[in-house]
């Protein structure tokens, strides 16, 4: 069950996994790991019984590993337990790990997504493993020590057959045992010893205690020997490493208790040695393994976080940190057109050079998911230098990259992050850098982007925007303003136009330009819009009521996303009904563009409301680029003639001689397809003759009024309507 912690994805978190294991495939692995095990150790147990057993451990193990919150340490109660029936050769651990987590993965049908989980799971069954073999050593440890002792006591009844005994365990323990006094001076080794430190017994017993101390060797292990050689304690158990004459590192686990005479005083000490070097390996490769990629080599995620918060914690407050968040452009075309194993050698490849190119003191190249890379630069100067490393990094994708047969060209984007070390946390800053990469890909990749404070902050805030906007539309916090449309001949009321606002609890009065973009890319611009048509309607109901013939109708725009919906006819069917609005008095506008790129798709929408009387209007005319030749086939009513060529016409004097021929071609292609034509953004009399002379039917503007509540626009409707 070896293996390493797979790279977990921006965005995706381990709470969110689900898996299941069926009792098939847990019998399955059960039966694998028996086949395993059987013949490693002397177990008196069948092979039947023996798969038995590990059937309930498979059981724990799947427990744990299907675990939310996900613990692994029920592995290490299997791990002791595999001891418990006897299976305590090195050889029972062996085969046990060589199973390898991606085997048990496959034999349980989970996928690689939980290769992390199933790597902890056998590091905690290895070291429950070996706490348990360790335990029942220092158990036979204890007896012999207990064994020594008994000699000591029992020297005057007994000396010969006490010595005869002390020398048969001395001799015979697998484990390593010395004697020496209080000065440090070696007396004695058993044969354990002189293998396990690769010198015989007479080297052993000219050497001392002293010598025998390694240069790496923790302050405590002298501590501890000088305290046992005073008296000042009974025992102690290290960690401890020793270097054999040929050079080799050997581990041990040592544990060494002081022998008093009868007085009490320090006679002797016995030093108990069992080499664990195998166990100590295996530790460090599977610690390697956890924190290393295992494609590209380079530190994985868990070992950059766990870096970039040793900086954080470990760095003066004024001092700086920088972030490179990397991410290959297209690589998921190279992956997807040339395969995952081309995919792979790419990465490696792209591993190396940053690795070769980038990486030095104070910088860290990881990889930490995907075509994803980070460099950490620990001890920044300022964002300039921190921009010098990104372009280090896309520098160093230049040149092209032998991969297989092919020849590779691949660039990528860079989100940097700099900032001083006070107040911030890992989460922030990759936060951060992810954000400012997306930056860098939306700018059109192959290049780098700074973090920027406000931009952030502006982005964040129409992200909280979008998020309250349907408790917003729940809670009725949305209105509509209503502005006039006047007939340029007698500037009489033929209409208005509906026109919503959000009317934000925190942030005030908010204009569609605020919300309707963030409407339609949430997809809340269908319920937005279906609520204003509704309560557009029933205004126009009251005014129906109220005027009779001479009522205005109403004019409701329609977002692209809105004009598309398959439920329209529907909802504006319902909605009419519903209110009793008369279906001429409702007119919709939809944007020249929406219009428009309906040219390849069924208009039957659009057909069924114009059947139904209500009354279509191509809003913003002239701003985009339209098929006229198409126009004539829509069912289209009113062409709105987009407020931006109005500006040449304000002064009837001396009118823009472009603006007005652009607006009279408009006039006359509208009539000449039997259209009317309102002229938008009317704000001076000289305008509205102008129009007038053009031969635009309707104005709409700030000359005639702003958008305004119903309340004041009925007044001005009184006052309009004849």
């Known amino acids: 069950m070896t293996g390493s912690t797979a790279p977990v994805p921006n965005a995706r978190t381990t709470g969110e996994r689900a898996g299941h294991v069926t009792a098939a495939a847990r019998q399955r692995f059960a039966a694998a790991w028996a086949r395993e095990l059987l013949g490693t150790s002397y177990v008196p147990m069948t092979g039947a019984e023996v798969e038995g057993h590990l059937r309930g451990c498979t059981e724990q193990l799947v427990d744990a590993l299907l675990s939310e919150p996900f613990d692994p340490s029920p592995a290490r109660h299997v791990g002791a337990d595999l001891v418990a029936v006897h299976f305590t050769g090195a050889e029972s651990l ?58 000591r006591d029992a020297v005057e009844q007994a000396l010969r057959s006490s010595e005869a005994r002390f020398r048969a365990i001395f001799s015979g323990a697998a484990i390593g045992i010395g004697i020496g006094d209080t000065a440090g001076r070696v007396l004695e080794v058993n044969e354990s010893l002189t293998r396990i430190l690769g010198r015989s017994s007479e080297q052993l017993r000219r050497m001392t205690v002293q010598d025998l101390f390694h240069p790496a060797d923790h302050d405590d292990v002298r501590r501890f020997f000088a305290e046992l050689a005073r008296g000042e304690r009974d ?12 050079g080799a590192r050997v581990w041990t686990e040592m544990i060494v208790s002081l022998v008093r005479d009868e007085q009490g005083l320090p006679l002797y000490h016995v030093a108990m040695i069992e080499d664990v070097t195998d166990r100590k390996l295996l530790q460090e490769r599977l610690e390697h393994q956890a924190t290393h990629d295992p494609l590209t080599g380079l530190p994985n995620r868990a070992l950059f976080l766990e ?23 297209g690589f998921k075309v190279i992956n997807d057109s040339l395969g995952h194993h081309l995919g792979d050698d790419l990465l490696l490849a792209v591993g190396e050079r940053l690795g070769d190119r980038v990486s030095g003191p104070g910088r860290l190249v990881a990889r930490i998911g995907g075509d994803e890379f980070v460099i950490l630069v620990e001890q920044s100067c300022s964002t300039t230098a921190a921009v010098e490393v990104a372009e280090r990094a896309l520098g160093s994708l230049s040149e092209p990259f032998r991969v297989g047969e092919h020849e590779l060209s691949v660039s990528a984007s860079v989100g940097v992050v700099e900032r001083p070390v006070r107040g911030q946390t890992a989460a922030e800053l990759i936060r951060d850098a992810d954000v400012t990469l997306y930056w860098a890909k939306s700018a059109g990749k192959n290049q780098w982007a700074v973090f920027d404070a406000e931009r952030n902050a502006a982005e964040v805030a129409q992200f909280q925007l979008s998020a309250t906007m349907p408790a917003a539309l729940e809670r009725e916090e ?31 009065r908010l204009g569609p330009d605020k919300f309707i973009g963030l409407a339609e890319e949430t997809g809340l611009i269908v319920a937005l819009g279906r609520w204003v048509l509704r309560e557009s309607c029933r205004q126009a109901k009251r005014w129906q009521d109220e005027h009779g013939e001479l009522a205005p109708l109403v004019s409701v725009n329609l977002a692209v996303r809105q004009s598309r919906d398959p439920d329209l006819v529907g909802d504006v069917a319902r909605i009419l009904d519903e209110t009793g609005l008369s279906p001429h008095r409702l007119q919709l506008e939809v944007t020249e563009s929406a219009v428009m790129g309906t040219a390849d798709q069924s208009l039957q929408a659009l057909r069924e409301l114009a059947d139904m009387g209500v009354r279509i ?106």
């Open 478 to 508: 949305f209105y509509v303003d209503y502005q006039p449309l006047v007939s340029l001949d007698e500037f009489r009321v033929v209409g208005v136009e509906a026109l919503v606002r959000w009317q934000h609890p925190d942030l005030g």
């Open 94 to 151: 062996g085969r046990t790990t060589s199973l390898g987590h991606e085997r048990m993965l496959e034999l349980l049908g989970l996928d690689e997504s939980w290769r992390s989980r199933a790597a902890r799971l056998q590091g905690e069954l290895s070291a429950g493993f070996v706490q348990a073999v360790r335990k029942r050593i220092l158990d036979e440890q204890e007896s012999i020590r207990q064994a020594v002792l008994d000699a």
């Open 617 to 722: 209007a191509i809003d913003d005319f002239g701003t985009g680029y339209s098929n006229l030749a198409y126009l004539r086939h829509l069912p289209v009513h009113d062409l709105k003639v987009a407020g931006s060529f109005m500006e040449g016409l304000r002064e009837a004097e001396h009118p823009d001689p472009v603006d007005a021929r652009i607006v009279g071609g408009l006039v006359n292609l509208a009539h000449a397809l039997d259209l009317t034509v309102t002229a938008e953004g009317v704000e001076t009399h000289a305008q509205a003759r102008r129009l007038a002379d053009i031969g635009c039917e309707t104005g709409q503007g700030y000359f005639f009024a702003k958008p305004c509540s119903p309340e004041k626009i009925d007044a001005f409707i009184d006052d309009h309507l004849r």
């Open 307 to 329: 870096r970039l918060e040793a900086v954080l914690r470990g760095r003066g407050a004024d001092e700086r940190v920088a972030l490179c968040y990397m991410d290959l452009d």
């Open 235 to 246: 025992q102690y158990r290290v960690e401890k490493r020793f270097t054999r004459p040929d």
